[in-house]
């Protein structure tokens, strides 16, 4: 899976933008953007992929996304309608000196935490939901009066969960294109086995310096990132598909179903079947 860098136009009378994105726009594969990203879901339901963590949102799911966090978000069937309404701002839109402002020291500390990406939970998504919609319709300086609320909103929340252990901006970039380069790698290559001498070799490393090194960025060793990703995947499979449970181990990249059934319970608290029930 490819990451490509996604330029974000701006109207002449916006510093940012607002609109909602909906099927067939909704779509955009793996990618980043150097903006800020506030998201609202209002259609549909699927698979996020966001940094190093795979996840399920439906409507009225919010997430709060930093700079050039890689991330995509894939709906359930392909004949889904998604949409949702979308925040794309810079750092700086302000202006240079704003986020140095004494006033803004808990929306700066926001912006840093959001490098692992937020998703955001509780009652804070019914408080939050209303100001992002409205957003879309401003114009002028409620705009940004309406952003602001928003930011102010979400830095005084601890209604959230950090969705991702790989905090990009942390790297260099030598580090940064070998972590992408392992992720891409893994993306299109686990529903096969992965021998960690492959993987290992895709980032110039030997077997234990990898073990070590990606143990370190991410914190969760690479069999457990690999497991993270069969296990959203299978989700994907157990909501949209008639598959029996065995085929979508196996489609999975699951060698036997007992480890299948061990993993699922323990990232998901339930059993596949019990988690296709529930739905």
């Known amino acids: 899976m490819k990451t490509f860098i996604e330029k974000l ?8 933008v607002a609109r909602t994105h909906r ?36 409507v009225d799911d919010i997430f709060f996304l930093g700079s050039n966090l890689p991330h995509t978000f894939q709906k359930s069937t392909e004949d889904l309608i998604t949409s949702a309404v979308v925040i794309h701002f810079r750092d700086d839109f302000w202006g ?65 969960t950090l969705v991702s252990t790989q905090q990009i901006k942390a790297l260099n970039p030598h580090e940064q294109k070998r972590i992408d380069n392992i992720f891409q790698y893994t993306m299109a290559n686990f529903k096969s086995p992965i021998e960690l001498t492959v993987i290992a070799n895709i980032a110039n490393m030997s077997v234990p310096a990898f073990c070590s090194y990606f143990k370190k960025r991410t914190r969760k060793t690479y069999l457990d990132f690999v497991h993270e990703i069969r296990i959203g995947y299978a989700c994907k ?32 608290g339930m059993t596949p079947g019990k988690f296709r029930k529930s739905y």
């Open 96 to 160: 240079q000196d704003f986020l140095n402002l004494p006033e803004s020291k808990s929306v700066k500390k926001l912006l840093a935490t959001s490098a692992h990406g937020m998703k955001i939970m509780g009652e804070t998504k019914a408080v939050l939901k209303p100001y992002i919609k409205a957003l879309e319709s401003e114009s002028g300086f409620s705009k940004i009066v309406r952003l602001c609320e928003c930011l102010q909103i979400l830095a005084e929340t601890k209604d959230y």
């Open 23 to 58: 099927t067939p726009l909704f779509e955009v594969p793996w990618h980043q953007h150097i903006e800020f990203e506030l998201i609202l879901f209002t259609e549909g339901g699927g698979l996020s992929f966001v940094g190093n963590a795979v996840d399920e949102f439906e």
């Open 9 to 16: 136009p701006l109207a002449v009378d916006s510093s940012f």
């Open 237 to 268: 499979l157990l909501l949209s598909t008639q598959m029996s449970i065995l085929d979508i181990c196996y489609e999975s990249g699951f060698e036997t179903i007992a480890n299948f059934n061990r993993q699922f319970l323990r990232r998901k």
